[in-house]
């Protein structure tokens, strides 16, 4: 039986008042909402009319506000609430990141009082709650899928030795989590990891290589044999899909890096620009694919699919190599029949709807030197564009 389930993802919001000079978020907590071509939030709501998309889940790895600001907490969840209406009032799984918890006691003596005392179900169902707080973890468990939910700031508290700098997550947990999830090893329902430290080294473009989750590779070998499908963090505002293999594991697990929705500090270092994503998983025989497609957001420009740091179409689950895939498209682009649709392509070798933005690179240069170029592979779906073959 194959099983379903569309995603929309969107991390690090960073909202806080539009008076915090400089600013480090497009999304103000008292921000105006017209035009909406400046507001993320309500140009987002205008999208999803616009485009009548429809997730079954809204997912948001942490970093609704900057640096502990109150306000900007709780309006990042009223907005995440909001948009999760948009979509038909769907359910809503999030956890925390290091910039909502007041860690450098800026409101309280106690990092954790605002964040626990939201309500309005933040960060999870009430019913999840006491094991996310008290343990650092939660599990969700639904008909179509199980999320592992992580508090990767658990130890983020006032102590002497504070580990603000980097997630954490200790060898109890580890334990903890080993015995829970061994028990969906063989379960065909779709299974999800949700965190916001990046779990993995994630140090391109300069963005630090300090702040990741310690222990993290061990959190990713138990999860990788308990068979689960993706990974899903924040905190890095570099979208990236990629890869990992654990050691002595023969399975390789898709790892999304979701990027950062509204904040605006990536861009001064590298230029990279906020994102929203929607994903649709299908599971069968216990294999996992799924379809990224990722949105771009410009001030006064809005949310577009643009090939700006990302690929607005790319995937995982693809099972040929890069050599066999243009095997596969040299039997439909020859020098005696040099044109075809990128549509008609598609339907014909589904494995292009699956590629990561880096198999579609390597795809690119591999037609190349084939004479077959597929200019709007990963960026264009919309037009009925053309692949070619060059050669004589």
Known sequence: MIKNLKIAILSDLHCHPSGINPPNTVLFSD??????????VENLIDLITDESLSVDLLMCPGDFAHQADRQGLL????FINEIAKAFGNVPIISTIGNHDVDSRNNNSGYSFNDVKKIGKNFPLESKYLDSFWAKGYSIINELDYVVLVINSCHFHTHKDGNIIGHGEIDSSQIEMIENAI??????????ILLLHHHPVQHERFELGETDFLKNGENLMKIVAESNFDIVIHGHKHDPWL????????????PVLSSGSFSATNQKLYAEIGNYFHTLELSKENKKCKGKIVSYNY????????EKRDFFPYSGFGNNLTIPEIVELIKRHVTKD??????ISLSEE?????YLTPDEIKNLQAELKLAKISIPQLGVNKEEDNMVFYYGK
Do not use: V
């Open 182 to 191: 061994s028990a969906y090893k063989d379960d065909d329902r779709i299974k």
């Open 298 to 305: 410009r001030n006064r420009g809005g949310w577009n699919k």
């Open 75 to 78: 309006s990042g969840w009223y």
């Open 337 to 342: 029949s040099k044109l075809i649709s990128l």
């Open 349 to 353: 070798i589904t494995q292009l709807d």
């Open 31 to 40: 921000g105006l909402r017209l035009p909406s071509k400046e507001h993320p």
């Open 242 to 253: 990629r890869y990992y293999m654990p050691k002595d594991i023969e399975y390789k697990l």
